[in-house]
Nanobody, 124 residues
Framework: QVQLVESGGGLAQPGDSLRLSCVASGRGFNTYHVGWFRQVLGKERAFVAGINWNGGRSDYADSVKGRFSILRHNNNNTAYLQMTALKPEDTAVYFC?????????????????WGPGTQVTVSS
């Protein structure tokens, strides 16, 4: 079991960059795949990016491909979402999630462990 806490959100202007962090406590982080999701008020949580347990594979939603990068440092139990070329439509609460399995799921139901989220607002 792991506990997750996100940080790094805030206010950005269009075109800016932000890096979100997801710090895990508990055992076995290096055996979990990690996903980043985002949620706009009144809408369902949407998959943004995912990375497998050792960082060897990743997956991205089409809306962020080429702009966002997911990576992890298992030595310090942290996963990151590097966001560049931010757009107003990237405004959302961003969540990290973790679970075990052979694939990197895009469905939020496939993740048991979630952080509380961090707000990202992109506005001029």
């Amino acid at each position: 079991q792991v506990q997750l806490v996100e940080s790094g959100g805030g206010l950005a202007q269009p075109g800016d960059s932000l890096r979100l962090s997801c710090v895990a406590s508990g055992r076995g982080f290096n055996t979990y795949h990690v996903g980043w999701f985002r949620q706009v008020l009144g809408k369902e949580r949407a998959f943004v990016a995912g990375i497998n347990w050792n960082g060897g594979r990743s997956d991205y939603a089409d809306s962020v491909k080429g702009r966002f990068s997911i990576l992890r440092h298992n030595n310090n139990n942290t996963a990151y979402l590097q966001m560049t070329a931010l757009k107003p439509e990237d405004t959302a609460v961003y969540f990290c999630a973790a679970d075990r399995g052979p694939l990197i799921p895009r469905e939020e139901s496939k993740y048991r462990y979630w952080g509380p989220g961090t707000q990202v607002t992109v506005s001029s």
